[in-house]
């Protein structure tokens, strides 16, 4: 087990270092989404509206609470998927069936083979790169290096697997992205319409820009979850997984 064990985790290594790398800067690149879209919404647009007075404000207030609210749900939610353990296959897992017969022998690839052709029990597999038994459902992650207990997709902008353990808080991170982003692109909206206006358009080169670039970003990212979500949502009820469809 510490031979392969070692072997595994230099290959991984190998293979890896550039998703890894590739890790770091999704991350970095949904926090930069946020903050150009924290900028534009609450310092160049709806933080100043606060002051116009009457239906402005009222309309600011709202923006910016719901704004808030739905932001801090999405980060939580974005950094419980990324830091959760997708859910690893228990060291030494073996099916029930070898338990009721009392088999107490160590695991060798022997008894592999017989476990596969076992017609008692065909689901059985095992993993040649992990050196162990699969439980139904589980995946082998090349990214990862590992099984993983009913893999769904090893997500990039998430550097993480999404598995058993950490796919409600993925679900919840769908959900609270198109949310917000929808809130934002509707917010942003007239602001957005008022480039194409006629007339002299308040605020500099530097915040319009922000402004443009926040509405674009939000809307596309809306209409790509929402795809995401509806998918998400119709495996879930039929209990199946993306790699299970695929
Ligand atoms: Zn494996
Ligand atoms: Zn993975």
Partial sequence: ?????AAMAWNVFKFCTALRGLGSIMILLVLGVVGVTYYAVVLTNYGPALYDGGLDSVTAVAVLILFHCLLV????????????????????????????????????????SGAQSDPLNP????CRKCNQLKPPR???CSVCGRCILKMDHHCV??????????????????????????LVTLSLLPHFISFFSEGEIPGTPGTLAT????FVLNLAFALSVLGFLIMHISLVSANTTTIEVL
Avoid at 73 to 84: A, D, E, G, H, R
Avoid at 123 to 126: E, F, G, S, T, W
Avoid at 158 to 180: D, P, R, S
């Fill in 157 to 182: 902008w998430v550097v993480n697997c999404v598995g058993a353990l950490n796919y409600k808080y993925f679900l919840l991170f769908l959900l609270y992205t198109f949310l917000e982003t929808s």
């Fill in 123 to 126: 689901r059985i597999r095992y």
């Fill in 138 to 140: 589980c995946h082998h």
């Fill in 211 to 214: 402004t443009f670039l926040a």
């Fill in 73 to 112: 749900m999405l980060l939580w939610s974005y950094f419980s998927v990324v830091l959760t353990d997708a859910g690893s296959v228990p060291p030494n897992w073996r099916p029930a069936l070898d338990e009721e017969r009392g088999e107490a022998d160590p695991l060798n690839a022997s008894e592999f």
């Fill in 1 to 5: 087990m510490h031979r392969s064990g």
